[in-house]
């Protein structure tokens, strides 16, 4: 018999069990004129967020009324201790859902002492580039696939010997033998809501205790600000429960689907009538980069994807390009309404769950509406190479 998971609480933090009711007498304590304003960036892993708060003395209406601030690079892996001062310049501000109005969120940009921004940041290219594709007006969508994990690094609610049983009835699933953990996603969907991150949708995947949620559409660089903070959302909502949602593109081996981030993509043209045109020329020149791509679509240049785009459990293999309608064993996908309709966009299946939605979106928007193949190198000197 299969056997069934069970409660393992001593997978759960120390933390998540501390007096809720005690907490919740000093967050209802009036704050006064003055807002706290959390900082929020990604570290020298390329994958870690950080965070740190301070006062300011008024609300800030605009992202232009938060200054500047910096940090200590030596310990985020981002700088020498010698000369450690990073700068954090804010780029979008959200509402904090956790301590709640008036307070914000504010995610940022890292430059280094010299001002030219940090190994990891690589929004300041991806902005580039969307500001040259601008009258595209292109749009993206990224599902964001992740897995919930014990503080002991064991699947959330996997028994702790043994298996749960194979996939088949968790994808979507309800009910307390196929849906593990969804607290945390229904807390994490409100959480964006509430912070203004642009959140499609959510549902629970094919391996027991993972899920997926979805951004989007978000117009160029928009993606990645609002996935980075919807993914800051998750590890904040997840270490209230006492639990971590990894981004490993395949934390089981074996017979466990892997998790990734489809990237949705279409411009104006694509979804206008005939836009299945356009669509089959951005795929075109998709073919022709596959191996580009694959270096940008996880933070190890192919060495994460290595373990997840094997052919089977509903990808393709990293060595091939392939496309079609409908079609969720090949790199890019159609959706069978926009082959229909021959209008809308397709989707990148490709990009690791732990990618860098940045550098993702900003090699898609390159390659399908910059690149040219006969283009001279002096003009491809002005764009921001991959
Ligand atoms: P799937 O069928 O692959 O599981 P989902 O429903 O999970 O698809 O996700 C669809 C994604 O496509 C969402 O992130 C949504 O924002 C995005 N999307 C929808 N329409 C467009 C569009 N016209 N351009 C870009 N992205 C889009
Ligand atoms: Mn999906
Ligand atoms: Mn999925
Ligand atoms: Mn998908």
Redesign the pocket.
């Known amino acids: 018999m299969a056997s069934l998971p069970q409660a393992n609480m001593a997978s759960v933090s120390l933390s998540s069990r501390l007096n809720k009711a005690v907490r919740q007498q000093y967050m209802s304590l009036p704050q006064g004129e003055r807002v706290q304003v959390t900082y929020i960036w990604i570290d020298g892993s390329g994958e870690g967020l950080r965070n740190k708060t301070r006062t300011l003395d008024v609300e800030p209406q605009t992202i232009d009324d938060i200054p500047e601030w910096n940090f200590d690079g030596s310990s985020t892996y981002q700088a020498e201790g010698s000369n450690s001062d990073m700068y954090l310049v804010p780029v979008r501000m959200f509402r904090d859902p956790f301590t709640q109005d008036p307070n914000k969120l504010v995610l940022c940009e890292v430059l280094k002492y010299n001002r030219l921004p940090a190994e990891t940041n690589h929004r300041m290219n991806c902005n580039k580039v969307m500001e040259q594709v601008k009258e595209h007006i292109i ?5 964001q696939e992740y897995t919930l994990l014990g503080i002991d690094g064991h699947p959330y609610s996997w028994p702790t010997n043994g298996f749960p049983a194979p996939q088949g009835p968790y994808y979507c699933g309800v009910g307390a033998d196929k849906a593990f953990g969804r607290d945390i996603v229904e807390c994490h969907y409100k959480a964006c809501l509430y912070a203004g991150v642009n959140i ?2 959510s549902n629970a995947e094919v391996m027991p205790s993972q899920w ?1 949620y ?4 978000c117009e160029g660089i928009e993606m990645g600000d609002h996935l980075w903070v919807s993914r800051f959302l998750l590890h904040r909502v997840c270490e209230d429960f006492g639990v971590v949602a990894t981004l490993d593109p395949k934390p089981m081996t074996g017979n466990w689907n892997g998790a990734g981030c ?1 990237t ?3 411009t104006k043209q694509m ?1 206008e009538e005939g836009g299945l045109e356009f669509i089959e020329q951005a795929i075109e020149k998709l073919s022709k980069r596959h191996k580009e791509h694959i270096q940008v679509y996880d933070p190890r240049g192919g060495k994460d994807n290595m373990r997840r785009l094997s052919g089977h459990h509903e990808t393709s293999s990293i060595h091939d390009f392939s496309a079609g309608v409908a079609n969720r064993g090949a790199s890019i996908r159609i ?1 069978r309404p926009v082959g229909q309709e021959k209008k ?2 397709f ?1 990148d299946r490709r990009p690791s769950a732990n990618c860098d939605p940045y550098a993702v979106t900003k090699a898609i928007a390159y390659t399908c509406l910059l690149h040219s193949e006969d283009m001279e190198e002096s003009e491809e000197e002005n764009i921001p190479a991959m």
């Not at 749009?139 to 599902?143: L, T, V």
């Open positions: 749009w993206f969508g990224i599902e499609y949708g997926e979805q951004v989007g559409p489809h949705n993509v279409s979804r959706p809308g966009y989707e």
